[in-house]
């Protein structure tokens, strides 16, 4: 064999190779919900397969907000979950400041936090309680919030319990989640009724900060990245445990909104994927 045959074979090879590597380590697109990548949610997405919702506590009257609420719109998010604490400094301006972006009584659900007064969440949510089912007109059975007010009596010999766990074991929904603003100090209570009765996450605000937890199969958030504290003015992290189980995601000292596309097309093969989005529309922590 001539040298520079020997030499084309050679090259040859290479690229072959190169271009195998590059086949096997290209990034893998998962959980697509719609037409959603794990990496980013996609702007346009198919609202028949996805029911895009985001979620974030601790807000204020400010621009942070409005940049938050900007980030949700520029993902088309079809409801927005409030955690609790809204009413720091003015809440009708936080309230319209919602609407304006689109974010109406019919698609936003709120929980009463320490800082809120219990009246304006009665009248946002027209029922004349502050705990309990809450259901969207436009996401029909496929969502179910199940309001917790950790600001009145709420362990397992209080009505509310007892009204909770009646309508978490009831209800139908293909997607149930838990909100309360505080992370729940009655967890050995309220723990093996949201497994028992398929809650598929538990939304918490309360500490300024990030912190994404499997408990057991089951995920318990702490998404108090609204912008009353700001920077390393947010909550110190404490530990990266809690109820014995590490962290996967703590973060503190980042605002932002964390978005979950939950997949509606076949109740069957139901999951959920999500992403805590920072103020300059970063990535933080993706599940």
């Known amino acids: 064999m001539k040298r520079n045959e ?4 050679i090259i040859c090879l290479l690229l072959l190779n190169v271009i195998s590597v590059t086949i096997v380590h290209s990034p893998t ?3 697509s919900v719609g037409s959603s990548l794990v990496g980013k949610p996609a702007v346009d997405f198919n609202k028949s397969k996805t029911l895009r919702i ?3 506590g601790d807000i204020d009257s400010n621009q942070g907000l409005t940049t938050q609420l900007e980030i949700a719109n ?3 998010v079809q409801a927005l979950i409030i955690p609790g604490d809204f009413e720091y400094s003015n809440g009708n301006e936080v309230l319209s400041n919602l609407q304006s972006h689109g974010f109406t009584k019919e698609n936003t659900d709120i929980v009463v936090g320490n ?3 219990g009246k304006e969440v009665q009248l946002w949510l027209g029922n004349n309680r502050t705990f309990g089912l809450l259901q969207f007109g436009f996401s029909g059975d496929k969502l179910a ?3 917790i007010d950790a ?4 362990d397992c010999s209080s009505p509310q319990f007892e009204i909770l766990k009646s309508q978490i074991e009831s209800s139908k929904a293909w997607y149930k989640f838990a909100v309360v603003h505080q992370p729940n100090s009655q967890f ?3 723990d093996p009724v949201f497994r028992a009765s398929g809650i598929d996450g538990v939304l918490q605000a309360h500490n300024h900060n990030y912190q994404r937890f499997n408990i057991n199969g089951l995920m318990y958030g702490v998404f108090g990245t609204g912008t009353h504290d700001i920077g390393s003015s947010m909550y110190p992290l404490e530990s990266d445990g809690w109820e014995g189980n590490k962290c996967l995601k703590c973060i503190t000292g980042e605002n932002g909104i964390t978005i979950i596309d939950l997949q509606v097309n076949d109740k069957n093969s139901k999951h959920f994927v999500g992403w805590f989005i920072g103020m300059g529309n970063e990535i933080l922590d993706k599940f």
């Open 115 to 117: 800082h809120d007064s």
């Open 145 to 147: 919030l199940f309001n």
């Open 29 to 31: 697109v998962l959980g």
């Open 54 to 56: 985001a979620v974030v």
């Open 188 to 190: 050995d209570c309220y």
């Open 151 to 154: 600001n009145i009596k709420f």
């Open 74 to 76: 520029s993902y088309n």
């Open 6 to 9: 020997f030499l084309i074979i």
